[in-house]
């Protein structure tokens, strides 16, 4: 971690380090980062190269993959950053201009058979159900446990039917077990993000490297 952090500094940017996959996808969701560093023979590397990958172009972070036992980590990653330094500020231009229409986002937890606690970003929700973007594919017509962590809110449990699926990952989902406060919970957070965007109270950017090497 000491390793990561040092080299990260050195490149002049912040570092947030990951010590799992799914901690480095749900930061990876809920903030926009400058720059992402994957240990490639980390367990769930490839999920989240995947969610990287599925975040709009103009929140996407440069990426780097690191493979620990070929290259002495510290010198890999210094020398990932620091050759990254040339487009990253304007990436970061670009992106600023974008900011105030990014839409707040989160993780969902779906409690697969055989995979419990399976990834997928929220694309919207309301108080009957949502949509979500997945790395792989979900079933269709089956009732899932889900957990919801609604971004500056709080955790939101139950089971929902997947409606329906596409061929990019994509799904749509009823809520088929919701208990009131929950569902309470979700109406007044919808609340909350429709009166920030009337009074236009966003969130900057935070131009950060998300390393996520130690999954």
């Not at 487009?87 to 409690?111: N, Y």
């Not at 055989?114 to 017509?141: E, F, K, N």
Request: hydrophobic share 45%; with cysteine.
């Amino acid at each position: 971690m000491q390793v990561l952090e040092s080299a990260a500094q050195q490149a002049s940017l912040s570092p947030d380090i990951c010590d799992t996959a799914g901690h480095a996808m749900e930061r990876l969701v809920s903030q926009s980062f400058s720059a992402l560093v994957v240990d490639l023979e980390a367990s769930g590397a490839e999920n989240v190269l995947r969610m990287a990958h599925l975040l709009p172009p103009a929140e996407r972070p440069v990426v780097f993959a690191m493979v620990s036992d070929r290259t002495p980590v510290a010198e890999q990653v210094l020398r990932s950053l620091r050759s990254a330094r040339g487009f990253m500020p304007l990436e970061r231009r670009r992106s600023a201009r974008r900011t105030a229409g990014r839409t707040a986002r989160s993780l969902v937890h779906f409690d697969l058979p055989g995979s419990p606690g399976y990834p997928a970003m929220l694309l919207d929700v309301s108080a009957t159900g949502m949509s979500v973007q997945t790395t792989g594919a979900i079933p269709l017509r089956d009732t899932i446990p889900f957990r919801l962590q609604l971004p500056q809110g709080g955790l939101v449990k139950g089971a929902a039917e997947v409606l329906w699926t596409d061929s990019s990952g994509r799904a749509g989902l009823i809520f088929s077990r919701l208990a009131p406060q929950a569902r309470q919970s979700i109406v007044a957070w919808l609340t909350l993000q429709q009166n920030l965007q009337k009074t236009g109270r966003v969130q900057g950017k935070r131009h950060l490297a998300l390393a996520a090497s130690s999954l």
